[in-house]
């Protein structure tokens, strides 16, 4: 393989220089101490407050200070409230309030749905706009759906997701990022992903940028039925080709390319996984392929139904004896989501990971746009094009490739603060590639892949 200087058409005539040395990929310190910030024992305690609440189902209680989803969220908003006292009140704390209409059969009357949202505004101009979201559901049920007063603690399901979108708030709130970050605990989940469908529909109408979404859920058991722990991987479930009817003719160009792997969504998971396993040793993102596991769903897919990349955090192996349960012991079996059962210090693992990832991103140029390789010449070359970001931080660019049937990124070429880029001896027929953009600090946005360019 050979790497050309970079080229550019400039008045018509080619121009080629060597490219401007690539930021230091080096681990950000400022990140390292938000990762390391992340307390086990303040998410053991947070879980253990939620789950006190007796039940957090969207219908509960709203009226009282101790029992019912009411309180659940007045206590959520004091504490980011809490968090922004402690980090000189940059953080934005609101309830999202929305009637929801009838939606039979676990909402027959409808009701009030109220998500509670934390934003952190982004300090640069350039990319105060570009807005990444991290949730976690923090409405609980038991085993009847419709059940609003048995005890349903929710401690895992999920819990583990709410506490641990409190505690990234609380090592990231203090810092400063490029962009935008919304942190969100949102409501009627098991009803039907109301509180988040609510959420990225209105973005959608209002036309904000959602360059990514996490969901936490169910992050926090280590245990299976079997006895067996494990504690050494966290699942990420990343769905693949948008399901637009009809499709646009970008979608059709890129599959018809073999770009059904390359679509936002996967290629956020793939940037989550690089950069959650540089940051968190010992710890492996396992990317799963589909939007969510069988027979359930998550607050990612109105997101991805919206249009925006949205993935979904999931621990190794479920407990189902401790999802959907009333509380009791049958034969022998102890029912329910106890909080005896969430692992806070694997709760903590994954909160890392995200922590790691949403600074990286938050930080990051935006992904590239305009992202095309030249289609006009038979050649065993490969030159892409895009064009050029806002950001007064960027460095320039980096082209990824990898072979066609590999998950995940192999090669690497920067190519410096230019807008065109031919790598030598590298054929577009035999692999995929992808467009990174890399501020001067080393951040570097997900990869972009390249749709033909058939000249003009």
């Given at each position: 393989?050979?790497?050309?200087?970079f080229?550019?058409l400039?008045?018509?005539?080619?121009?080629?220089?060597?490219?401007?040395?690539?930021?230091d990929?080096?681990?950000?310190p400022?990140?390292?101490?938000?990762?390391?910030?992340?307390?086990?024992?303040?998410l053991?305690?947070?879980?253990?407050?939620?789950a006190?609440?007796?039940?957090?189902h969207?219908?509960?209680?709203?009226?009282?200070?101790?029992?019912?989803?009411g309180?659940?969220?007045?206590?959520?908003?004091?504490?980011f409230?809490?968090?922004?006292a402690?980090?000189?009140?940059?953080?934005?704390?609101a309830?999202?309030?929305?009637?929801?209409?009838?939606?039979?059969p676990?909402?027959p009357?409808?009701?009030?749905?109220v998500?509670?949202?934390?934003?952190?505004?982004?300090?640069?101009?350039?990319?105060?706009?570009?807005?990444?979201?991290?949730?976690?559901?923090?409405?609980s049920?038991?085993?009847?759906?419709?059940?609003?007063?048995?005890?349903?603690?929710?401690?895992n399901?999920?819990?583990?997701?709410?506490?641990?979108?409190?505690e990234?708030?609380?090592?990231?709130?203090?810092?400063?990022?490029?962009a935008?970050?919304?942190?969100?605990?949102?409501?009627?989940?098991?009803?039907?992903?109301?509180?988040?469908?609510?959420?990225?529909?209105?973005?959608?109408?209002?036309?904000?940028?959602?360059?990514?979404?996490?969901?936490?859920?169910?992050i926090?058991?280590?245990l299976?039925?079997?006895?067996?722990?494990?504690?050494s991987?966290?699942?990420l479930?990343?769905?693949?080709?948008?399901?637009?009817?009809p499709?646009?003719?970008?979608?059709?160009?890129q599959?018809?390319?073999?770009?059904?792997?390359?679509?936002?969504?996967?290629?956020?998971?793939?940037h989550?996984?690089?950069?959650?396993?540089?940051?968190?040793?010992?710890?492996?993102?396992?990317?799963?392929?589909?939007?969510?596991?069988?027979?359930?769903?998550?607050?990612?897919?109105p997101?991805?139904?919206?249009?925006?990349?949205?993935?979904r955090?999931?621990?190794?192996?479920e407990?189902?004896?401790?999802?959907?349960?009333?509380?009791?012991?049958?034969?022998?079996?102890q029912?329910?989501?106890?909080?005896?059962f969430?692992?806070?210090d694997?709760?903590?693992?994954v909160?890392?990971?995200?922590?790691?990832?949403?600074?990286?991103?938050a930080r990051?140029?935006?992904?590239?746009?305009?992202?095309?390789?030249?289609?006009?010449?038979?050649?065993?070359?490969s030159?892409?094009?895009?064009?050029?970001?806002?950001?007064?931080?960027?460095?320039?660019?980096r082209?990824?490739?990898r072979?066609?049937?590999?998950?995940?990124?192999?090669?690497?070429?920067?190519a410096?603060?230019?807008?065109?880029?031919?790598i030598?001896?590298?054929?577009?027929?035999?692999v995929?590639?992808?467009v990174?953009?890399v501020?001067?600090?080393?951040?570097?946005s997900?990869?972009?892949?390249?749709?033909?360019?058939?000249?003009?």
């Amino acid at each position: 393989m050979r790497i050309t200087p970079f080229s550019a058409l400039l008045g018509g005539l080619l121009v080629t220089s060597c490219p401007a040395t690539e930021p230091d990929s080096r681990l950000d310190p400022d990140i390292e101490f938000m990762v390391r910030h992340i307390s086990p024992a303040r998410l053991k305690t947070d879980v253990y407050t939620l789950a006190g609440f007796h039940t957090r189902h969207t219908l509960s209680e709203t009226e009282s200070d101790t029992r019912g989803i009411g309180a659940a969220r007045r206590w959520i908003k004091a504490e980011f409230k809490k968090i922004s006292a402690d980090t000189g009140g940059r953080l934005q704390v609101a309830f999202d309030r929305f009637q929801q209409p009838p939606t039979p059969p676990r909402l027959p009357a409808g009701a009030e749905i109220v998500n509670v949202v934390a934003t952190l505004p982004g300090s640069q101009p350039e990319s105060v706009n570009r807005i990444y979201v991290v949730s976690g559901h923090y409405d609980s049920r038991s085993l009847g759906i419709m059940d609003t007063a048995t005890y349903a603690p929710g401690a895992n399901d999920d819990g583990s997701g709410t506490v641990a979108v409190l505690e990234l708030a609380r090592a990231m709130a203090g810092h400063t990022f490029d962009a935008t970050i919304v942190f969100m605990a949102v409501a009627s989940e098991e009803q039907g992903l109301n509180g988040a469908r609510h959420w990225a529909d209105t973005a959608k109408a209002a036309d904000r940028h959602i360059a990514g979404m996490f969901t936490n859920d169910i992050i926090g058991n280590t245990l299976d039925e079997d006895g067996k722990r494990d504690a050494s991987h966290v699942r990420l479930f990343a769905s693949g080709v948008p399901t637009d009817n009809p499709m646009s003719a970008e979608v059709l160009a890129q599959i018809r390319t073999g770009g059904e792997n390359d679509f936002p969504t996967r290629q956020l998971a793939r940037h989550i996984k690089e950069v959650g396993e540089r940051y968190v040793d010992d710890f492996e993102v396992r990317i799963v392929y589909r939007l969510d596991r069988y027979l359930r769903g998550g607050d990612h897919a109105p997101f991805v139904a919206a249009g925006y990349p949205a993935v979904r955090f999931t621990e190794p192996k479920e407990y189902f004896a401790h999802q959907h349960q009333d509380v009791r012991v049958e034969d022998g079996i102890q029912f329910g989501d106890l909080p005896e059962f969430v692992d806070a210090d694997y709760v903590a693992q994954v909160a890392r990971v995200n922590a790691a990832a949403l600074a990286t991103l938050a930080r990051a140029p935006a992904a590239p746009t305009g992202v095309q390789i030249e289609a006009v010449a038979l050649t065993n070359d490969s030159t892409l094009r895009w064009d050029r970001g806002p950001e007064p931080d960027l460095a320039g660019y980096r082209i990824v490739w990898r072979e066609t049937t590999s998950a995940f990124w192999e090669h690497h070429a920067w190519a410096g603060d230019v807008t065109r880029f031919t790598i030598a001896d590298v054929s577009k027929d035999n692999v995929i590639f992808g467009v990174q953009a890399v501020d001067v600090d080393g951040h570097a946005s997900p990869a972009v892949y390249p749709t033909p360019w058939r000249g003009r």
